[in-house]
């Protein structure tokens, strides 16, 4: 197990590269076992995350060469094995190989995929749409053996804009005969990134980043190239830890409108932003307006980003809320952010955040990525020394952070 340590109260200046999105690259390395030759792709993170995927392909028997930032997939001796719970529960998006080998070869046995405990996360909405598809579904406990002779195009309504039923269910539909039609579609950027992978290789996929996204199949996929967007959430990360502490810190490599909910609630808040093409600067305010939340799917507030403002909200002269209308779950964060010292109350779907309070330094626990990152930030507001047990989290999504974040000022280090 790691553990983060920091000691709080540093000053954050400087400049701090975002790196390539997290859930667009853990989209991208299943969706590359489509292709019929090699992939190449670039802006690549380093994260535990993307570990775990390099496992499963390998084990799929497909070749995985990375330089840095660079990554070459090749798929084409894959052997499409049954991929046990010891790979898939190491991620949430192992269940992307659901709709990756489906779409590809029609059989896929799977376990059941892991990820963040933050609410009940069922996938129906992926099983509902490969049956629309044509596919057939045996549970045998707690591994799926989804089948189809053949995926015919249809129309397929979510009952809920789900990100990963979205990204499954083009992956699953790329070569299926016909066209499909995802309605009530997920808009989140990192699809529309996955959608023009695909396209790049040769897919007709039209209406990536609208509620309604059209997938005319196509018989071969060939090499392409291809860069990953930046991290939205890393960048979210990074804006709010300037908020708090930043003096003139910039962060770059993002794209603004991606983060776009965040920098408007951090302006009602009082923080001072200066925006550019592809960087945002941001200062710590002299004093903090509290400001309610409510988590939406994009372009709403990020869900993600409802854990790591929670720490700032702390900061606020009066009551901050958090409306949570994502996942049921995700509030785990704030008993330990109350462990610091602050004043929360969490009723439901909803929590209270009293502020100004002043953070202490403890030992917490990351109890999942978001909370962790969260913690991380609380912990560098914090007076004196916070420890941060179950860091391992953290490393599911954040490249090099004690690097990237020591450069900028802070003090903290990885055991
Ligand atoms: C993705 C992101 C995660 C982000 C979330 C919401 C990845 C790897 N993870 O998660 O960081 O917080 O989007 O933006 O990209 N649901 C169902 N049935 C389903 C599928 C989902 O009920 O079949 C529910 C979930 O339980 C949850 C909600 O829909 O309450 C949203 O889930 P979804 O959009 O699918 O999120 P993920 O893809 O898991």
């Known amino acids: 197990m790691h553990i983060v340590k920091i000691k709080g109260g540093k000053t954050l200046s400087g400049e701090i590269v975002v790196s390539g999105a997290k859930n667009s690259i853990v989209g991208l390395m299943p969706a590359a076992v489509l292709c019929d030759e090699d992939v190449n792709i670039y802006n690549v993170p380093h994260l535990s995350d993307v570990d775990n995927l390099i496992d499963i392909l390998e084990y799929l028997n497909v070749g995985v060469e990375s330089k840095e930032d660079y990554m070459k997939i090749i798929p ?104 499909t039609v995802i309605e009530n579609a997920a808009k989140e950027p990192e699809i529309v990134n996955i959608a023009t992978f695909l396209n790049s290789m040769g897919a007709n996929i039209s209406g990536a980043g609208t509620n309604k996204i059209k997938i005319e199949g196509v018989e071969y996929l060939s090499s392409c190239f291809h860069e990953v967007i930046p991290d939205r959430i890393e960048a979210g990360t990074f804006i709010i830890m300037g908020a708090a502490l930043g003096d003139h810190l910039k962060v770059s490599n993002l794209i603004p409108e991606h983060v776009y909910s965040l920098t408007e609630k951090l302006r009602e808040m009082g923080v001072p932003l200066e925006i550019g093409p ?138």
């Not at 405990?117 to 909405?125: F, K, Q, S, T």
């Not at 939406?296 to 949570?324: K, R």
């Not at 917490?364 to 978001?370: E, G, H, N, Q, S």
């Not at 609380?378 to 599911?396: K, P, S, V």
Request: aromatic share 8%.
């Open 278 to 415: 592809d960087y945002v600067i941001v200062s710590k305010p002299e004093k903090y307006n509290p400001v309610d939340v409510q988590t939406l799917v994009y372009p709403g507030f990020v869900t993600d980003h409802q854990q790591l403002i929670a720490s700032l909200m702390v900061l606020a002269n009066g009551t901050s809320s958090i409306e949570e209308t994502i996942y049921e779950n995700r509030f785990q964060n704030l008993y330990e952010l109350s462990k610091m010292g602050a004043r929360i109350k969490v009723e439901g779907k909803k929590a209270y955040i009293y502020g100004p309070t002043k953070l202490t330094g403890t030992t917490v626990m990351a109890t999942d990525l978001r909370a962790g990152a969260g913690l991380v930030i609380a912990g560098l507001m914090a007076t004196g020394e916070t420890e941060i047990q179950n860091a391992d989290y953290i490393l599911r999504g954040y490249e090099n952070i004690v690097e990237k974040l020591s450069n900028i000022g802070a003090e903290l280090e990885l055991i």
């Open 76 to 179: 084409t001796n894959l052997c499409n094995k049954p991929i046990h719970s010891e790979f898939s529960k190491k991620l949430r998006a192992s269940y992307y190989f659901m709709g990756a080998l489906l779409g590809k070869y029609g059989h896929v046995e799977i376990s059941f995929p892991g990820g963040c405990v933050i609410g009940a996360r069922p996938i129906d909405l992926h099983l509902k749409g490969f049956k629309a598809l044509g596919a057939t579904i045996t549970e045998n406990g707690d591994t799926m053996i989804i089948d189809a002779d053949e995926l015919i195009g249809t129309n397929i309504y979510l009952d809920f804009a789900s990100v990963g039923a979205t990204i499954n269910l083009m992956l699953a539909a790329v070569k299926a005969k016909g066209k």
